[in-house]
């Protein structure tokens, strides 16, 4: 069965910036085909989407919560099956375990925000730290 890997992880100080990758990996999955999206889950707190992409059939329009726009970039990388997560101007409150998932296309991901219900599929996680 296939699942999404995530890696690109790490510690990082403040102000700094680190690349996510995450790969379909073990099933045959046309990521344009789908909307994608990377959620993050810090200790003790639920899940969260942090920024969702439309499949590229339906725009490629994003969405990002506020306290990553302007700082985070998804895109998808020229492989079907992978997309990434450019995190830049990092802050302690952004350390969490990030995922990546992907939903039927028309779901999950809205001008509004992401309905964290429409995704289920997920990997390990990669682990964020952000720390001097």
């Known amino acids: 069965q296939g699942q999404f890997v995530e890696s690109g992880g790490g510690l990082v100080q403040p102000g700094g910036s680190l690349s996510l990758s995450c790969e379909a990996s073990?099933?045959?999955?046309?990521?344009?085909?789908?909307?994608i999206g990377w959620f993050r889950q810090a200790p003790g707190k639920e899940r969260e989407g942090v920024v969702c992409m439309y499949s590229r059939v339906s725009g490629g329009a994003t969405y990002y919560i506020d306290s990553a726009k302007g700082r985070f970039t998804i895109t998808r990388g020229n492989a079907k099956n992978t997309v990434f997560l450019q995190m830049n101007s990092l802050k302690p409150e952004d350390t969490a375990v990030y995922y990546c998932?992907?939903?039927?296309?028309?779901?999950?991901?809205?001008?509004?925000?992401?309905?964290?219900?429409?995704?289920?599929?997920w990997g390990q996680g990669t682990q964020v730290t952000v720390s001097s």
């Open positions: 998932t992907a939903a039927d296309s028309g779901h999950g991901c809205y001008s509004h925000g992401i309905n964290k219900y429409d995704f289920d599929s």
């Open positions: 073990g099933f045959t999955l046309d990521l344009d085909y789908y909307a």
